[in-house]
């Protein structure tokens, strides 16, 4: 199995113990469920972030005045660029970032009317020019297929590795490959955003593009000293201290003031969504609580008309309603 060149350094190993620690000290904290105006929020300053490194002049209310339906002055391209992000963004529970298929279905969204194969890995050399030199060339057209299945499958097989330090080597070996014609550098954010809340829901208070936006200058140069080295540890331990600095910063506003059952329920069903799930799926999610209060909740959840029971004993499972349902009953 193909293993891309990194060393795992002792930054890297005590980065990745305590942004283990933080994210167990958030989920302890119960963190709420997203608000709908925040979860707007978050997401408008996430799609303004990914384009703005790609230099999109787009603002944040301009953007929101598009999601909103509203007509907004610009350049037709740029435009196109931010209905298509927004988009993407908006099917976010629909990309699989362990699958190849998925990617491709987002790019070609992501690059619609804007180049001339969107969804297709590309089919001639790329070079990344910086001032009037040639900064780095990327693997010629004939291997990215190749290499893009290296590495899926290192993200999929690859088990000694923390999740953590694959989601940023990822990101890495998404840019060194180059695999698109164009959209490279939003594909390989988003990527690393869905591996991040894929491992952990915590990760959806923030996002690795808005990290990123704020740290243009040190992103760029953690990429080249990587690129230099021949490995992607330099970059990896940058993108590791964004994100527990990110974490820090989040905790420091937490206030651990114990949810209700209600509250538990409300932000069990955000994450749960329509999916079928076990009393023991249900206190991974609050695993501070005992069995009898999660069979309370649980119980609480069927008497408010929130939850639907299937089974008995053993094979008891339980599914959110659908805001149609719950019209109809």
């Known amino acids: 199995m193909y293993s891309p060149p990194i060393t795992i350094s002792k930054k890297i190993v005590s980065l990745c113990i305590r942004i283990s620690d933080r994210l167990g000290y958030a989920k302890g904290a119960n963190l709420p469920e997203p608000r709908p105006n925040l979860r707007k929020e978050n997401q408008i300053k996430t799609i303004q972030a990914t384009l703005a490194i790609e230099g999109n002049r787009f603002s944040v209310d301009q953007i929101t005045a598009l999601i909103d339906g509203q007509r ?3 350049k ?12 993407v963004y908006e099917k976010l529970h629909q990309w699989n970032p362990t699958r190849k298929t998925s990617m491709l279905k987002a790019h070609k969204l992501l690059m619609r009317q804007l180049i001339d194969s969107p969804g297709k890995w590309r089919t001639a050399g790329v070079g990344i020019i910086k001032g009037q030199q040639i900064s780095h060339m ?18 999929i097989k690859e088990k000694e590795t923390h999740i953590l330090i694959k989601a940023c080597v990822f990101h890495y070996e998404f840019l060194f490959i180059h695999p698109f014609m164009d959209g490279n550098g939003r594909m390989a954010r988003l990527w690393q955003h869905l591996i991040l809340i894929s491992y952990n829901p915590v990760f959806r208070f923030f996002s690795i593009e808005s990290l990123i936006k704020e740290n243009q200058k040190k992103y760029y140069n953690a990429l080249e000293k990587s690129d230099k080295s021949g490995e992607s540890t330099v970059f990896v331990e940058f993108l590791l201290e964004l ?4 974490l820090d910063s ?6 651990r003031k114990p949810l209700t059952s209600e509250e538990r329920i409300k932000q069990a069903a955000g994450y749960f969504r329509e999916r079928t799930f076990s009393r023991k799926d249900y206190l991974k ?9 999660a069979s309370r909740d649980l119980k609480r959840g069927v008497e408010l008309g929130s939850l639907k029971k299937q089974g008995d004993k053993a094979t008891t499972m339980y599914r959110f309603k659908s805001s149609k349902s719950k019209g109809r009953s």
């Open 250 to 255: 989040l905790i420091s506003k937490l206030d």
């Open 76 to 87: 037709e391209s740029e435009i196109v660029e931010v209905k298509n992000t927004i988009e």
């Open 138 to 155: 990327a693997p010629p057209a004939d291997r990215v297929s190749l290499l893009m299945e290296d590495l899926f499958e290192y993200l």
């Open 285 to 293: 999610q609050f695993d501070e609580l005992s069995s009898a209060t």
């Open 243 to 246: 994100i527990l600095s990110e």
């Open 72 to 74: 907004v002055k610009g």
